[in-house]
């Protein structure tokens, strides 16, 4: 079945510093990948989707300077999160859509947990 | 605002039952309908989708959509520890495409008491 990875699956950083989360497609081919946040007890939201080639679309509210998404080649995504502050640790997910797909997203990655101190 | 409502939970049913969970949602053009189950720590799993009114059985899970009520159930017959997770409905306008979008509830928790 087709597998989606993220790395890193945590990673602990201090206030200021930049985050970059990858997320790759491993056995197939993603035209449009989506980033998701969950905070504890919240549900995922939708920060943006990513199409190969083409600027990510944000979702209202999320902050294109702030979290910066490149969708380089049909296997990756890339998040980074510039300037990360407390606030923006949460559990980060992102899912891969094959072309065509129905049926729900069914590709999701492990989520990458951030803590900024 | 597009919004998906779930009863938080948790809801606790003895191994064996019959566990419901329930979903409402605000938009009279979502069309497609999802549930995933998420353990603690993990990224969500899919369970089943539906689409039409009426109801969908996929082993012992039984999806059951009513559109003119804006209401979507899950129901897990003979429900084992391993079921305990939160449950996460989702909808969308669509489900075709490439682009299409979903909105989370923020999930029900269910414990399976053995």
């Known amino acids: 079945g087709a597998v989606v990875s993220q790395h890193p699956s945590w990673v602990i950083c201090k206030s200021g510093t930049s985050v970059k989360i990858e997320c790759r497609s491993l056995?197939?081919?993603?035209?449009?990948m989506f980033w998701y946040r969950q905070f504890p007890k919240q549900s995922l939201m939708l920060m943006a989707t990513?199409?190969?080639?083409?600027?990510?679309?944000?979702e209202q509210g999320v902050e294109k300077d702030k979290f910066l998404i490149n969708h380089a080649s049909l296997t990756l995504s890339t998040l980074t999160v510039t300037s990360a502050h407390p606030e923006d640790s949460s559990f980060y997910i992102c899912?891969?859509?094959?072309?065509?797909?129905?049926?729900?997203?069914?590709?999701f990655g492990p989520g990458t947990r951030l803590t900024v101190l | 605002q597009k919004e998906v409502e779930q009863n938080s939970g948790p809801l606790s049913v003895p191994e064996g039952a019959i566990a419901s969970l329930n979903c409402t949602y605000s938009d009279r053009g979502s069309q497609s309908f999802f549930w995933y189950r998420q353990y603690s720590g993990k990224s969500p799993e899919l369970i089943m989708f539906?689409?039409?009114?009426g109801d969908k059985e996929d082993g012992r899970f039984t999806a059951q959509l009513n559109k003119a009520s804006q209401y979507v159930s899950l129901l897990i017959r003979d429900s084992q520890p391993s079921d305990s997770a939160t449950y996460l409905c989702a909808a969308s306008p669509n489900s075709g495409g490439s682009n299409y979008k979903l909105t989370f509830g923020k999930g029900t928790l269910l414990t399976v008491n053995p």
């Open positions: 899912s891969a859509r094959l072309p065509g797909q129905v049926g729900g997203d069914k590709y």
């Open positions: 990513s199409n190969e080639g083409s600027k990510a679309t944000y």
């Open positions: 056995d197939f081919q993603a035209t449009t």
């Open positions: 539906i689409y039409s009114n």
